[in-house]
Nanobody, 123 residues
Framework: VQLQASGGGLVQAGGWLRLSCAASGLTFSDYLMGWFRQAPGKEREFVAAISWKVSMTAYADSVKGRFIVSRDNVASTVYLQMSGLKPEDTAVYYC?????????????????WGQGTQVTVSS
């Protein structure tokens, strides 16, 4: 199983980025997909998740109203549209896959992880 995250970069505060995570080696439509992030010197934290069947979503309070998670089961890809970016959004962003049914921020529920993509927001 491979999860390949991409789309990170350097952006000014208030700007936007769209992250993608392409999955292979698994039946993508059977998996709940999540996004997590880890800032320097901090623990990894949950950002957003989307279920596999009816596309239920969940978000961390810190990103609600600014980030949107979506998925394309045909392309086996999950996306994270990030707008209104803030310097505190600076982190390495990881995608992950879970066999759970409801969106969750619990890391132990996720069995596969991607390599991460760096997002840097300048003030």
């Amino acid at each position: 199983v491979q999860l390949q995250a991409s789309g990170g970069g350097l952006v000014q505060a208030g700007g936007w980025l769209r992250l993608s995570c392409a999955a292979s080696g698994l039946t993508f439509s059977d998996y709940l997909m999540g996004w997590f992030r880890q800032a320097p010197g901090k623990e990894r934290e949950f950002v957003a998740a989307i279920s596999w069947k009816v596309s239920m979503t969940a978000y961390a309070d810190s990103v609600k109203g600014r980030f949107i998670v979506s998925r394309d089961n045909v392309a086996s890809t999950v996306y994270l549209q990030m707008s209104g970016l803030k310097p505190e959004d600076t982190a390495v962003y990881y995608c992950a896959a879970s066999r759970g049914t409801l969106p969750t921020g619990t890391e132990s529920e996720y069995m596969y992880w991607g390599q991460g993509t760096q997002v840097t927001v300048s003030s």
